[in-house]
């Protein structure tokens, strides 16, 4: 029986495929082994023409879109609703992203169901941080440290997108960042491998849920882009990548072997290239490494005419040899350019491309079609008349505890927050103060009604009198306004506390959004001048959607928080924080470096021949610049709370670790404050001697806890010679023997507690 008590075989006949029902093995559509291919999916090859078979390979933007989802990628051909009617029906259409329409989804998938083979259609959409219920921007997000709360957000996001008949989601976005210019670190989980891992599991398993992915509440999660894209050169977006085979392995691998780990069925090739080859005709990377050593056997799709773009990247003559080049590379759907539609049938013609790698291509396609149960009712998750599942309060709910967990607390002089929420005046002043737009951060295509989700509706909802609130613009995010910086300043005198809303719009990151100067722009830093001026306290409540230099601003203010763009709960999430309902918990997912010119700066990086002793002072010949040291203003991992943390009692036994034991670590750390905390224990280690140069520091485990006044905890971790593993000289996983640093710590670049240990031969 499926969930709606239809059986299968009343579906298949309703949808007139009965022929196919005797070839399609019980259960099957509910597994989730993307190794077994069902035998009616050969037989349906064998009666496929080759036309019929490169429009299964053929995705397009879908004819009805909303302005956000039409805005997020550059106009290319689409085809009206009729040309998308009439391919469907064709065959000639394997399906369609970026709608949330589920009328039109249920007339494409009726018009599929018209086709000769009435293949179902697939629907997927850029689901990036929920759909109509925004949670915090992926970055953001992971600042939580909390990969449990990453898989509820993607669990509830696929429940929403689900609904309306969406099968396939374009995330989790998983390239690591370490250039803070490049503006799509926002969509991922930042500098850090084993962070970007955990998060890529955890978000795959929350797209996909845990009944199988037939179930009519689960999407599929396409792990992107592969690979290296966030290692462009400059931070530019799209530009060159060129990394080694070994860093590629130790750092920008990783995270998608979690997210296949966790069972992802779909990839997207990168736009790069990498090393002088476009990801989208890498048959090193598509085939050697992903397909043969990974044993991945899903889907990989093109990204947005990703195939045609090899023409501009000089690899490819033309269209058809753009087509030629990424099919044999591997790439098994062409995203939005058409070129497999129509040059696929001639180009196996012709001999140019074997028969055989076209239908291992429309296999792995009709298999994902499947394993999402389209086989067995293709309206599966096409419901118009069920209950909405849009933005129930338990998601808002749950959009509100996402917001104040992603919230960093960087300064706080005096103990000024949290802030009290009677009894004070309040200036909240800054271009972000009543912006809800920005909220939504670069990639909502789908947000639901979040006008009243800026931070000044959140502060007047959390506050005793509401009356007690002004709130000034000031500036633009780009310039000045008149008399901006003269309310801002009469605002401040007639208050007791200034909070400013300053730093990036939503339109400062995204795709296509790489920034020269990592900083807040200098209107912005004027009228925070002018206001600091006043003598009144100040607290910044930064939005942003990459790591900032905040050298200039720090001075100027009493108190600093990390906001990114929080979602549909935004204000109300942040005004939890201000006012101490709930203690940041939150610590950053990306260095923060002290002037722009630093980056790429991230915590991992190698110690150089000639590291520097005394970063706070310039000696000469060392590693760092002239004026700043080669060290974070705010490093990964870092955050405060309204608690006073202390680290103590680091035991870890002998410090021998042999070839099939462990190390057991403990640390205690103590809250000696008056007010709740929670703590993110990390734990780091550094190789002192290896066949290949180590990092600094290496993030190996992180553990939250939640402290009482007054309260400790004994925090406990163990290391494998497994979590020791690095690529060797031969690029092959290695590990050796010797002498390792170890340091629980609140953050990378700090002491903390340090011990050494031996891993034996
Ligand atoms: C982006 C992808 C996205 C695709 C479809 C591209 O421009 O790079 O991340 O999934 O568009 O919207």
Known sequence: ????????????????????????????????DAGKVPAFIDTLIGKMTLQEKAGQLTLFSSASQNGAAAAANPVTFTGAVSVQIAAAIAGQLTGVFNSSNVLWHERLQKAAMQSRLKIPMIFAADVIHGFTTVFPVPLGESASFEPELARRTARAAAMEAASVGIDWTFAPMVDIARDARWGRGVEGSGEDVLLGRRMAAARVQGFQGERGLADPEAVAACPKHFCAYGAAEGGLDYNTTDVSERVLRQTYFPPFQAGFEAGALTTMAAFNEIS???????????????????????????????????IAHGFARDGRDAARLAILAGVDMSMQSGLYLKHLPDLVESGEVPLAVVDASVRRVLQLKAQLGLFDDPFRRIRPSAPSRQRLPETLALAREAARKSVVLLKNDNQVLPLRAGGQRIALIGPLAQDWDSTKGPWTLFGGDDSSSDL??????????????????????????????????????????????IGESRDHSGEARSRTSITVPQPQLDLLDAVAATGKPVVVVLGNGRALALGELLPKAQAVLVGWYLGSASGLGLADVLFGAYGPSARLPVSF??????VPYYYDHKITGRPDPHPEKLSAFKTRYMTTPNAALFPFGF??????????????GDGRLTVEGTLAIRATVHNRGTRAAEEVVQ??????????TRPVQELKDFRKVALAPGASTQVHFTLRRADLLFIGQDLKPTVEPGTFDLWVAPSAEVDGLHATFELLA
């Open 456 to 501: 000044a509706s959140g502060l007047k909802q959390a506050m005793a009198d509401p009356t007690q609130l002004s709130v000034v613009a000031g500036c633009g995010y780009q310039g000045p306004l008149p008399g901006g910086i003269e309310d801002a300043v009469n605002a401040a005198n007639a208050a007791d506390v200034v909070i400013m809303a």
């Open 639 to 652: 955050g405060l709370t309204y608690g006073r943390i202390e680290y103590g009692g680091l035991d870890i």
């Open 1 to 32: 029986m499926t969930p709606g008590g239809i059986t299968r075989r009343q579906l298949l006949v309703a949808t007139g495929a009965a022929t196919l029902l005797s070839q399609l093995p019980m259960g099957l559509a509910l597994g989730r």
């Open 593 to 598: 470096p002290r002037e722009s010119g630093q």
């Open 276 to 310: 002088g080859i476009p990801a989208t005709a890498n048959k090193w990377l598509l085939d050697d490494v992903l397909r043969g050593q990974w044993d991945f056997r899903g889907v990989v799709v093109s990204d947005y005419t990703g195939d045609e773009e090899l």
């Open 683 to 692: 734990l780091y280690i550094h190789d002192r001697a290896a066949s290949i």
